[in-house]
């Protein structure tokens, strides 16, 4: 009913089901067309009939994330405000954050993610808890907050979580040009196959900002051979590029 857009007809509906799992399934499904049908005050109203916390929760993540993906950022930082479980407001104040940085609004996606971060230390899953931590620290760095990244990766107990927090961390420091700091964190991965992808990837984010004049110097920079052959490939992919252009 409510993918043809009877909403009322569907919600009556929902109210007939005896069972609560089966109703709140039932109107988590209304609030997901709803917000298909960009009616996210509607859908808000609709999720907080949802008795159930998780399935309420992950409902209101869809509005917000929706929100903020059509740029309503105000209204989706209010959705996620009436989302209390720990798991499903981690993953929306993230979510919401990198859309802020799509628009530009760095500080506040900074600010967006420690919160997110906070949330996610209260995940009862230690499975889930990691691997929201590791998104999380991943953003950071995106967003430029890379000694906060930093802390978030090391609270990681997983050594798999934690490398890849690391790894993400690393190649951020390449990309805003602290080659030294790369390297040094790209130290800290223990897993040797994320360290080896981590030191390949900073290897060809070197080689798309390193002028023609500078690759030599750049090039005996790097600390091992693999990573120098990867370098030279990619400086020499994008020469090419430039010479048929």
């Known amino acids: 009913q409510a993918s043809v857009g009877d909403v009322p007809g569907a919600k009556h509906t929902s109210r007939m089901i005896r069972d609560s799992r089966d ?15 960009d ?42 405000d009436l989302i209390h479980e720990p798991d499903s407001r981690s ?17 506040g996606a900074q600010d967006n993610l420690y919160e997110a971060s906070q949330a996610a230390s209260r995940i009862g899953s230690p499975g889930r808890r990691n691997s929201r931590l590791a998104q999380i620290a991943s953003a950071q760095a995106r967003a430029n907050d890379l000694q ?18 690391f790894s993400s961390i690393a190649v951020e420091h390449a990309r805003e040009g602290d080659l030294d700091g790369a390297f040094q964190i790209a130290g800290h991965i223990l897993d040797p196959k994320v360290q080896k992808g981590a030191l390949f990837e900073i290897a060809e984010v070197l080689a798309g900002s ?6 030599r110097a750049q090039l005996e920079s790097l600390p091992g ?10 400086m020499s992919k994008r020469y090419l590029g430039k010479r048929r252009s």
């Open 148 to 165: 906060m990244a930093m802390a978030t990766a090391s609270t990681i107990p997983s050594p798999t979580h934690r490398s890849a927090a």
């Open 210 to 215: 390193t002028p023609i004049g500078d690759a």
């Open 91 to 107: 993953h929306t104040l993230a979510s919401v954050a990198l859309q802020q940085l799509r628009y530009g609004d760095e500080s």
């Open 23 to 37: 109703r709140n399934a039932a109107l988590a499904s209304i609030a997901t067309e709803q917000v298909k049908n």
């Open 39 to 80: 009616d996210p005050r509607g859908a808000i109203h609709t999720a907080n009939l949802i008795s159930d916390a998780a399935p309420k929760a992950q409902a209101l993540s869809k509005v917000a994330t929706a929100q903020a993906s059509k740029g309503d950022l105000d209204g989706a930082e209010r959705t996620a």
């Open 225 to 234: 051979s693999e990573q120098k052959v990867r370098f030279v490939l990619a």
